[in-house]
């Protein structure tokens, strides 16, 4: 597929507007598949998925959290983190509303609201992360130093396996 028949999202306008080095990955999007069926199309460890999360704490307020694909949010630690209460996923049809994205192709890049972002500290590690490019089925690959570049997010340390908790 020529880069010229990929969607030009919001998220692959802002990639562009700060420069950012990317490389693009189509694959067959898969209903409720998640980080395991894009991990598995393109061929890549699912760690290195980046899932992109909106989520919201007591007093309503949202948030992006982005988390590996192979592991889970602790919201315990992530309200801890925040001193709220909780912190939970937004109800789809909100998350939508924030982002200006649709869930399963939500982009960090370019959301409809400006929100704090949260990363798991060890994505920055990584050599590499593949990040949803603003639609189903469409990931973009970069150096995780350009999404701290762009995001300036708060690094946390909020990941669980996904049996724990």
């Known amino acids: 597929m020529s880069r010229d028949k990929l969607p030009v999202t919001q998220a692959i306008r802002v990639l562009r507007e700060h420069g950012v080095a990317w490389t693009d990955h189509p694959y067959a999007y898969e209903e409720r598949g998640g980080t ?5 199309e393109l061929g890549v460890p699912e760690h290195q998925v980046v899932k992109t999360l909106i989520m919201e704490d ?30 939970s996923p937004c109800a789809p049809a909100v998350a ?6 649709q869930v399963g192709g939500t982009s960090p890049f370019g959301t409809r609201r400006a929100m704090p972002v949260y990363l798991q500290a060890t994505v920055a590690t990584l050599p590499r992360i593949y990040v949803n490019g603003g639609r189903r089925g469409y990931l973009v690959g970069l150096d995780p130093a350009d999404l ?3 995001l300036k997010p ?9 049996t724990a908790e």
């Open 36 to 40: 395991e069926v894009s991990a598995r």
């Open 154 to 162: 708060v690094l946390v340390g909020i990941a669980t396996h996904p």
């Open 96 to 101: 939508d509303r924030h982002s200006g994205y």
């Open 58 to 87: 007591d007093r309503r307020q949202p948030m992006i959290v982005l988390m590996h694909g192979d592991r889970e949010v602790s919201t315990k630690s992530l309200a801890r983190h925040l001193g709220v209460k909780s912190v």
């Open 148 to 150: 701290v570049r762009v």
